[in-house]
């Protein structure tokens, strides 16, 4: 399976904390991009970083990505109770406009 | 106004019909895509069109077969629904391998 894979599958958090979400995956990649979905609704776009990027930085967000390891890392600070969601990464296989998910980190921040 | 939207939101239907989701996007993107999330949240691609041709056609049953009419839609039709059917498909569209503009989903449940 060309699946990427995210850890955690589900972390709890308190407001005000950070949150930490790692994803990886599996084949050469033109870029990474983070996704938020709301409870019943589509998934959103947060941020986009490109293979030849190490950190990018988008409000409260900061994504980190190491190609050596085809792994990237969400980062969100001083989270609010509007952060629970769940969080996937997606990779655009070189080449192509195929984008595969990972298994998504399912988040909740307790107010 | 809604950039991808998807009907209808809720299809409920028996075993052994045949039944078929509509997707319209008004970005003007040229690329458009199907994907089915399941009950453990796992995203996977299944079609991908773009300006009319189909460019992506993973592994998914012959009884699914999409149909892009113009660049702005991309419709579904399933046949022979099986309870395995059972999901929420999402319609997304992008544009030269932008970021992915997802639809609300339409949840499926096949009795």
């Known amino acids: 399976s060309q699946q990427g894979e995210e850890d955690p599958q589900a972390l709890s958090i308190q407001e005000g904390e950070n949150a930490t979400m790692n994803c990886s995956y599996k084949?050469?990649?033109?870029?990474l991009q983070w996704y938020r979905q709301n409870s019943g609704r589509g998934l959103v776009h947060l941020i986009l970083?490109?293979?030849?990027?190490r950190e990018k930085h988008s409000g409260r967000l900061r994504v980190t990505l190491d190609t050596s390891k085809k792994s990237s890392s969400l980062l969100i600070t001083a989270s609010r109770a509007a952060d629970t969601a769940s969080y996937f990464c997606?990779?655009?296989?070189?080449?192509?406009?195929?984008?595969?998910f990972g298994t998504g980190t399912r988040l909740k921040v307790l107010a | 106004d809604t950039a991808v939207s998807q009907t209808p939101k809720y299809l409920v239907t028996q075993m052994g019909n045949d039944k078929s989701i509509k997707c319209e996007q008004n970005?003007?993107?040229?690329?458009m895509y199907w994907y089915k999330q399941d009950s453990k949240k796992f995203l996977k691609i299944m079609f991908s069109?773009?300006?009319?041709?189909?460019?992506i056609n993973e592994t998914v049953p012959n009884r699914f077969s999409p149909k892009s009419p113009d660049k702005a839609h991309l419709n579904l039709h399933i046949n022979s629904l099986e309870l395995g059917d059972s999901a929420v498909y999402f319609c997304?569209?992008?544009?030269?391998?932008?970021?992915?503009?997802f639809g609300n989903g339409t949840r499926l449940t096949v009795t």
């Open positions: 997304a569209s992008s544009q030269d391998g932008s970021p992915l503009h």
């Open positions: 084949t050469s990649i033109n870029n």
């Open positions: 970083i490109r293979s030849n990027e």
């Open positions: 997606a990779t655009d296989k070189s080449g192509t406009y195929k984008y595969i």
């Open positions: 970005l003007g993107h040229d690329t």
């Open positions: 069109y773009n300006n009319k041709e189909l460019i």
